[in-house]
């Protein structure tokens, strides 16, 4: 029976290469001379934005979103934080949304059953598997998703025939 899954994940190796870069652009840049502004990723794949001020953090996060694009990783897996400011430096957390929630992921399978395709969806830990007797229905449950706005990158893998 064909079946694929349905994940959200970010290639965290990829995500390394466009910090690296957004922090060789930022080390560069003629406004940012002199100020120590930069981008890390601590253990639980979050990033720390600091800088001396707040718009510097916004002029940052576009950089980091044009980097991010260019490598092919969607910038809806980053969740912003909110501005810190402590003392002479300004720090802001972003969340990289790895996998998909059980809410999400209810009201993917309630799309999917409201479609009447005649596939089924379960949800596996923080995936979907999707199951079908025809390959042309799990490609029309693939166009559904992919018009429906989420607001979460789909990938999907694990196709078997």
């Known amino acids: 029976m064909p079946s694929f899954d349905i994940v959200s994940e970010v290639d965290m190796h990829e995500l390394n290469n466009a910090l690296d870069q957004a922090n060789r652009e930022v ?6 001379k002199g100020i120590d502004a930069s981008f890390s990723l601590n253990s639980e794949s979050n990033i720390i934005v600091s800088a001396e001020a707040d718009f510097q953090i916004q002029q940052m996060m576009e950089i980091l979103k044009s980097k991010l694009v260019k490598r092919a990783i969607d910038i809806k897996s980053l969740i912003q934080g909110d501005v810190q400011m402590t003392g002479q430096k300004a720090t ?14 209810r009201k993917i399978v309630k799309t999917v059953k409201e479609a009447k395709l005649k596939v089924q969806t379960a949800i596996q830990g923080e995936k979907l598997r999707v199951t079908g007797k025809k390959r042309d229905d799990l490609q029309q449950v693939m166009a559904l998703l992919k018009d429906a706005n989420l607001g979460i990158p789909l990938q999907y893998d694990n196709f078997r025939d």
Do not use: K, Y
């Open 27 to 32: 080390g560069t840049r003629f406004d940012f």
């Open 92 to 105: 802001m957390e972003v969340n990289v949304q790895q996998g998909i929630e059980s809410d999400l992921a």
